[in-house]
């Protein structure tokens, strides 16, 4: 007996950007999966091309609303690189503060308000905060601590206008940050009471072996700085990272995905810190995921949930950490002269690293730029974790396998808006 | 007697995510709007999609491609009240940077198959296409206008929204003029109100996130960057970045 089946979602929902998936069964074998991006590209890379150098933060934190800090933080790191400055003590550990807001307001939002209804069966928060309004609230009271965080150092929660290369235009006064104190103390309980939650819900029996990519830092979990590393053996420095990703074709569609060279897919993101960092998460965080039983490593993409919710405490108790060291800056930026000349940066956005390059003439004017978004990166895992999981739904109702597949996409929190611009995507409609 | 809640829709074109997400910012008011209207469409947000009519659509994004060129008449036809949000749908957004560059080009230095890709040359705003019934300016928008925007619609009255100058803000905040007392080199003079002055009370120029307030002028301002010395082209880059293809700004600087 033949049976061909159909698994089509037009818009996947509850996701950054616009984005479908189509597959095609016969069998129960899978004919054709495609992940289908319908996002108009925007050509950063294009018009980033004689823009002066110190216009990039501004013009890259545009590629995304979501995670801003990410584009901005990436494009000051590769820029200094190409100028040899460092930006080290105070305004470091405010990067660092600004990035754990990101994270925290971005976690809170996926955690809560896109991945949450997925596993108690509704359409959207809203609809579940009906039945479970407290978690509701907790998930945008805590969004709402890292966007108060975002801004304060970086003027709004989208689109922060105090970011430049070196540094900041104005760095706050000590008591400004303290003032956060109290609200992160109730977030270091309802985080880690959020990760004994996540780890209650219920998992599908899922693993795939694949290969971890993140940043790792000697001594703190990585967030703006470190070497590139994997599971299975990557330890190159940032500047590498094109002589070991390249993007490869692969046979059942014409796009063209990142993958390591040599060796194929990998996943960046939470599961890939969380592996590859776990004795670098902040002491709570750890006791927390150990609490909850969280495996380490942690395969199963669909327990990112957990993931982001312990990682959510990591950056709640940096935050209050950094704030408890601050110690205002004698000037909030340090000068960095024209960056003549190539450099790279990476730091690890809340989907995963970001890797931006750019080269710069004598006059300040960028000359190439080039930037990898984490959803490119893990766009092929996503298609291999569907290959492996639409068999095994195949005889489920159409719209419970529809909503499982839709699920495994949303375990990586992909934000196809910023993906666009860069995926080497064939547009196919019907 | 119950009177059905209004139906919500936001739509989505070329863009960030980042003005939409505003709706999801507002922490404190999000379930409380969720109680006064119909969230019918929003994919960020949910799985459920409701087919129109709609009575209150928000539009994100610009039309940069022949099928949203096409969609957007769709979303009009749908709509009762269109507002556009964002400086993409309201402007063109940075993507029309490529209004002033060869498209084609583009594509050949970002994509290695160019042929793949659907584009049209120009990035240009909802209100090219079709009639927008009230604009939202910002890169992003400010929540405080969006919860006016949606209040205003909810009560039946015009929402209150400044048309004047970046300055007004400044001087209502008392924020020492930048561009007077230190040079600095800000969109201030031209650039509509709605953000509160942010980047002057952080100690650095407004580079135009609203876009052009009503009634500028800015070959004055341009003159006047250019007696502090600055140079052509970066007066022409400063007037071209977020809010590039706005009529007051296309020009760079120059008559429009």
């Known amino acids: ?430 | 007697m119950k009177r059905s809640k209004p139906r919500l829709a936001v739509f989505k074109f070329a863009s960030c995510d980042g003005c939409q997400l505003t709706l999801l910012d507002c922490e404190d008011e999000l379930l409380a709007v969720a109680g006064q209207v119909d969230i019918a469409y929003f994919p960020e947000a949910s799985r459920a999609m409701a087919p129109g009519p709609y009575d209150l659509a928000l539009v994100e994004g610009s039309i940069t491609t022949p099928h949203d060129a096409e969609r957007i008449l769709q979303v009009r036809r749908r709509a009762r009240v269109l507002v556009t949000i964002g400086a993409c749908a309201t402007a063109g957004g940075i993507q029309a940077l490529r209004n002033f560059a060869d498209v084609a080009e583009y594509a050949r230095a970002v994509y290695p198959r160019p042929e793949y890709l659907e584009t049209l040359a120009w990035s240009t705003p909802v209100s090219s296409h079709v009639p927008v019934d009230l604009e939202l300016r910002g890169c992003p928008i400010d929540k405080g206008q969006l919860l006016e925007v949606i209040s205003a619609y909810l009560a039946g009255r015009r929402p209150n929204l400044r048309r004047t100058s970046v300055c007004t803000e400044c001087k209502a905040r008392g924020t020492t003029c930048l561009l007077v007392a230190g040079g600095v080199p800000c969109l201030g003079p031209v650039t509509q109100a709605g953000c509160g002055a942010l980047c002057p009370s952080y100690d650095r120029g407004c580079y135009g996130c609203f876009g052009p307030a009503e009634s500028p002028n800015p070959p004055a301002l341009a003159g006047r960057l250019a007696e502090l010395g600055r140079g052509p082209d970066e007066v022409e880059r400063l007037f071209r970045t977020f809010n590039a293809w706005a009529e007051a700004f296309r020009g760079g600087g120059r008559p429009a």
């Open chain 1, 1 to 430: 007996m033949t049976r061909a089946r159909r698994i089509k979602v037009d818009m996947l929902a509850r996701v950054e950007g616009e984005g479908g998936l189509t597959v095609r069964l016969k069998d129960g074998r899978v004919r054709e999966l495609r992940l289908d991006i319908f996002e108009p590209p925007r050509f950063f890379e294009g018009f980033l091309r004689g823009r002066h150098f110190r216009e990039v933060p501004d013009i890259t934190a545009r590629i995304c609303g979501i995670c801003p800090v990410a584009y901005q933080m990436s494009s000051c790191h590769a820029l200094e690189a190409a100028a040899g400055v460092r930006v080290t003590g105070p305004l470091r550990d405010l990067r660092r503060l600004l990035y754990c807001g990101e994270w925290i307001e971005s976690h809170a939002l996926h955690v809560f308000l896109l991945h949450a209804p997925d596993f108690l069966g509704y359409d959207d928060a809203i609809g579940m905060a009906a039945d479970h309004g407290a978690v509701v609230q907790k998930g945008l009271r805590l969004k709402k601590l890292g966007n108060a965080i975002v801004a304060k150092l970086g003027g709004r929660e989208i689109h922060p206008i105090n970011v430049c290369v070196g540094g900041f235009y104005r760095v706050p006064r000590r008591q400004e940050l303290v003032a956060f104190v109290p609200e992160l103390e109730w977030a270091r309980e309802a985080a880690y009471r959020t990760v004994r939650w996540a780890a209650g819900l219920d998992f599908p029996d899922f693993s795939r072996d694949t290969e971890f990519v993140a940043l790792r830092h000697p001594d703190e979990y990585p967030m703006n700085e470190g070497r590139l590393v994997s599971s299975r053996g990557l330890d190159i420095d940032v500047a590498e990272f094109e002589a070991h990703v390249v993007e490869e074709q692969v046979p059942y569609s014409n796009a063209l995905h990142a993958a390591i060279r040599g060796r194929g897919a990998y996943a960046c993101g939470p599961l890939a810190r969380y592996n590859l960092n776990f004795d670098r998460l902040s002491p709570g965080a750890r006791a927390a995921a150990a609490e909850a039983g969280l495996p380490v490593p942690c395969t199963n993409p669909f327990m990112s949930i957990v993931v982001r919710g312990v990682e959510l405490l990591c950056a709640v108790e940096e935050a209050l950490r950094l704030i408890a060291a601050y110690t205002e800056p004698d000037a909030p930026r340090v000068e960095v002269p024209v960056p003549e000349g190539t450099g790279h940066g990476c730091t690890e956005a809340p989907r995963g690293i970001l890797y931006h390059r750019y080269r710069v003439g004598p006059d300040g004017l960028v000359r190439e730029a080039r930037i990898v978004p984490p959803t490119a990166q893990n766009q092929r895992s996503i298609e291999e974790d569907l290959l492996e999981l639409v068999p095994r739904v195949a005889d489920l109702p159409l719209e419970e396998a529809t909503l499982r597949c839709e699920q495994a996409i949303r375990n990586y929190d992909p934000c196809i808006s910023c993906a666009t611009h860069f995926l080497r995507l064939r547009l196919e409609r019907e």
